[in-house]
């Protein structure tokens, strides 16, 4: 989606800016879902193991969906005005050369050091 579009059912949609995805991954076990390769892994910028609600949350839902549809208590926290300032202010921030040297150093030693593979420790999974 780096190119500002997407393609669905063979029809080309641009894509408004800024634009944000938001994804999610099943569990392993369940059907038709597989891990990321390793270099799709950099594309997102959090991951969130959510867990399951505990059984008086659960209750609560199931009570509340028959009264409440939840998506209408949504509301905006921001807007696309707000958002596009942002990341024009966070484009002016100024960076001295030696900690882009710093930075540029630190992300090259990450792919050196034999004591790390792929972004983690070896021997020891990504957490």
């Given at each position: 989606?780096e190119?500002g579009?997407?393609?669905?059912?063979?029809?080309?949609h641009d894509?408004?800016?800024?634009f944000?995805?938001?994804a999610?991954?099943?569990?392993?076990?369940m059907e038709?879902?597989?891990?990321l390769?390793?270099a799709?892994?950099d594309?997102?910028?959090?991951?969130?193991s959510?867990?399951?609600?505990d059984?008086?949350?659960e209750a609560l839902m199931?009570?509340?969906?028959?009264?409440?549809n939840?998506?209408t208590a949504?509301?905006p926290v921001t807007s696309?005005d707000?958002?596009?300032?942002?990341i024009?202010?966070?484009?002016s921030?100024?960076?001295a050369?030696v900690?882009?040297?710093?930075?540029?150093a630190?992300?090259q030693?990450?792919?050196?050091?034999p004591?790390?593979?792929?972004?983690?420790?070896r021997?020891?999974?990504?957490?």
């Open positions: 989606m190119e579009q997407v393609t669905a059912d063979g029809r080309t894509l408004p800016s800024p944000l995805v938001v999610t991954q099943n569990p392993l076990e038709g879902t597989y891990a390769p390793e799709q892994r594309r997102f910028m959090m991951r969130i959510m867990g399951y609600p059984a008086a949350a199931l009570r509340q969906r028959d009264t409440v939840p998506l949504l509301s696309v707000d958002i596009t300032r942002l024009a202010f966070a484009r921030v100024h960076v050369p900690i882009e040297e710093y930075a540029v630190l992300a030693a990450t792919r050196t050091d004591a790390l593979h792929l972004g983690r420790a021997g020891r999974p990504c957490s």
